[in-house]
């Protein structure tokens, strides 16, 4: 299972300034954490809560519709192409960067047990989609564009140019090679998907974009590719009855949560760094930082209050960021947290050959680079804990799909209880949709042409 350790933020390693006294912060809270924990669990099946995120580990049928596809088209198409934004990307970019081959997209078919390639569109730099589309073979390219409320500007802007691409070259076959993943009842994408005849796969009621990486947002490309959805299914079910206890001193998620919101509320460190000592898990902190930062980033809590919370989430991976973030971290504002994900065992072993030992760098022969990464986690773990810096370390077992999905279920729930203890909606994202309705007048859309002039005035004043 997944394993938390906290002893380097208690106050008994790092000193009263800047630790906690875990022990009785945990005993402090326990009757709060549990009422929490509660009510998500008994909410979690009412509409309007928007926790149905936390039933898709059961969700059997999902599991049998996306297997079914996937064994229909299998060997039809070399690419997968993903076309979706924020929550409707960033999820499988960590999950396939995570489980499948590295450099999974440079393999021959053979090396790939001839599985197609996966790219993901999650951004609309014109440079980069006319790049990929001109490396691209779309007769042999399955596009699966994603956008719940089917609106999306820039996913749906990718699409039509993707879209009227692939007519020209397919004629009225194009429709064969669009998956849509959308709402189940309104939005754009689902009436053209009707119209047109699109495969459809459904993102339930109540499940936002941030959260939706175990629904078909994330199941159908990691099934394209070959991963063992039900093995993360697996995963997220026996994690999910330990995160169900009500007792802090037995539920690492409340453990974690409660370490970030007193290191914010009494230490005033609230920026939250996520190192995982892996490549392969390069993008998990990509996903945590919309994780974060939309759920936890409100003007107000739940009393109407202004109130201006939320953590600042961090990006890094070591050993890579030891040389461009450490110093700060050691030596800078003592204003944050940094957790540090540790693989336990690797897949690989690289030995390093006994070769230069007459140099300074002689003593590094006979080792391996798994030994050297090792000594990196520690070190860096070590000269924290040396300057008074809280950390926090989340050990997996190996990666694979059991363990990744535990570790990214974990992380979402920690931040449901996170909001809890905030006391805000960690579902909401207003300060998001500000931005899309400027965005709507400035591309002429109907409706918003009232606030377009003055909006061009003040870019004007900006640029």
């Given at each position: ?32 954490i549990a009422d929490i924990i509660r009510s998500l669990n008994q909410r979690k099946d009412k509409p309007g809560e928007w926790l149905q995120w936390m039933n898709l580990g059961y969700n ?175 995963g997220i079910k026996d994690i999910d009855l330990e995160l169900k206890n009500t007792d802090i001193h037995q539920n690492i998620a409340a453990q974690y949560a409660l370490i970030h919101y ?202």
């Open positions: 299972m997944l394993r938390l350790n906290c002893k380097n933020s208690d106050c008994k390693i790092i000193g009263d300034v800047h630790g906690l006294n875990l022990e009785e912060e945990f005993n402090n809270s326990a009757e709060k059997e049928e999902t599991i049998w519709y996306v297997k079914e596809f996937a064994s229909l088209v299998e060997g039809r198409f070399d690419n997968i192409l993903v076309l979706g934004i924020g929550g409707s990307a960033l999820g499988g970019m960590a999950v396939t960067e995570a489980l499948l081959k590295p450099y999974w997209n440079f393999l021959s078919p053979e090396q790939r047990n001839n599985l197609p390639r996966i790219f993901f569109l999650d951004n609309i730099d014109p440079d980069a989609i006319n790049g990929l589309l001109d490396v691209l073979d779309l007769k042999k390219t399955l596009v699966n564009v994603i956008t719940k409320s089917g609106d999306t500007a820039e996913t749906m802007s990718q699409f039509m140019v993707i879209k009227d691409l692939m007519e020209k070259v397919l004629g009225d076959d194009y429709r064969k090679n669009i998956i849509a993943t959308t709402d189940k009842k309104m939005g754009i994408l689902r009436q053209l998907a009707d119209q047109e005849g699109y495969k459809i796969f459904y993102v339930p009621d109540d499940i936002g974009g941030r959260f939706s990486v175990f629904s078909s947002v994330g199941l159908v490309p990691f099934a394209l590719v070959g991963l063992d959805i039900e093995k993360m299914m697996s007193l290191m914010d509320t009494k230490k005033d460190k609230n920026i939250t760094v996520m190192m995982p000592y892996s490549a392969k898990l390069k993008y998990i902190p990509d996903w945590y930082v919309q994780l974060i930062a939309e759920s936890l980033g409100k003007r107000v809590n739940k009393n109407n209050e202004k109130v201006n919370v939320g953590l600042t989430p961090v990006k890094a991976v070591g050993a890579t960021d030891q040389h461009t973030q450490l110093q700060l971290m050691n030596e800078g504002p003592n204003n944050k947290v940094v957790t540090f994900i540790r693989v336990a065992e690797f897949d690989t072993i690289l030995k390093i050959p006994k070769i230069f030992e007459y140099t300074g760098i002689g003593y590094l022969g006979g080792k391996t680079i798994n030994d050297l990464m090792r000594a990196e986690t520690y070190s860096t773990m070590v000269s924290l804990e040396d300057n008074q810096r809280p950390t926090l370390t989340l050990t997996i077992d190996k990666i694979d799909e059991y363990h990744v999905a535990q570790l990214l279920y974990m992380l979402e729930v920690q931040t449901a209880i996170l909001g809890e203890l905030y006391n805000i909606n960690t579902f909401d994202q207003p300060g998001v949709e500000q931005v899309k309705n400027y965005m709507y007048a400035l591309m002429g859309r109907a409706g918003y042409e009232g606030s377009a002039s003055a909006l061009r005035e003040k870019m004007g004043i900006m640029i």
